[in-house]
């Protein structure tokens, strides 16, 4: 099946520095790639889609300076987190699609941030 | 607005007992339904979805237009069924997630 990859799944940083997350699709290329947010006991919150070689579109409310999305490649997407804050802490699934299924997503095992 | 409802945070059933996981979404057009679960420690999953009509580990969906709803059932729980599941809406290029649904399957 289509695996999803993301890096770093875990990563603490210092409050004021930017932090940079990957997602990959390691078997399929993925045309689009989606980004969710997920705060504890909570459902996913889509943050912005992004088509390779194209720039993202962000859901309302989503800051596009603080969170910048890179889909430069059709197996490569990328979200820096810039000038994090503490309340930027929060679990990050990636996840893509294209190629097997038409509406099918394959999600990525996310990564949590903790900003001290 | 498309919506999503799980209504239930929780649900607790002992092993061999039905499940039912409810949900209802608001959506005017066709909709394109999916369920997703989440083990504990693990990736988010396709489960099912609504157009193939399929049965994956025992779980079955029906969409039901008139009522709006897409409820996940299974006859007989298993313990390796607890998870988090998630209800999803197809729509305009994305997925919207409803709040889960945790499942317990005791013992």
């Not at chain 1, 859901?59 to 999305?69: A, S």
Request: aromatic content about 12%; some cysteine.
């Amino acid at each position: 099946g289509a695996v999803v990859s993301q890096h770093p799944s875990r990563v603490i940083c210092k409050s004021g520095t930017s932090v940079k997350i990957e997602c990959r699709s390691l078997d399929f290329q993925a045309t689009t790639m989606f980004w969710y947010r997920q705060f504890p006991k909570q459902s996913l919150m889509l943050m912005a889609t992004s088509n390779e070689g194209s720039k993202a579109t962000y859901e309302q409310g989503v800051e596009k300076d603080k969170f910048l999305i890179n889909h430069a490649s059709l197996t490569l997407s990328t979200l820096t987190v810039t000038s994090a804050h503490p309340e930027d802490s929060s679990f990050y699934i990636c996840s893509a699609r294209g190629g097997l299924g038409v509406n099918e997503q394959f999600f990525g095992p996310g990564t949590r941030l903790t900003v001290l | 607005a498309q919506r999503v409802t799980q209504p239930e945070k929780l649900l607790s059933v002992f092993k061999g007992a039905p499940v039912e996981l409810k949900c209802n979404y608001s959506y005017s057009g066709s909709p394109e339904l999916f369920w997703y679960v989440q083990y504990s420690r693990q990736r988010l999953q396709l489960l099912l979805r609504h157009i193939s009509r399929e049965s994956i580990k025992g779980f079955t969906a029906d969409l039901n237009k008139g009522e709006t709803s897409f409820h996940l059932k299974k006859p007989f729980a298993q313990e390796e069924d607890s998870a988090m599941y998630y209800c999803a809406l197809y729509y305009t290029d994305k997925l919207i997630f409803g709040t889960g649904t945790r499942l317990q399957v005791f013992p």
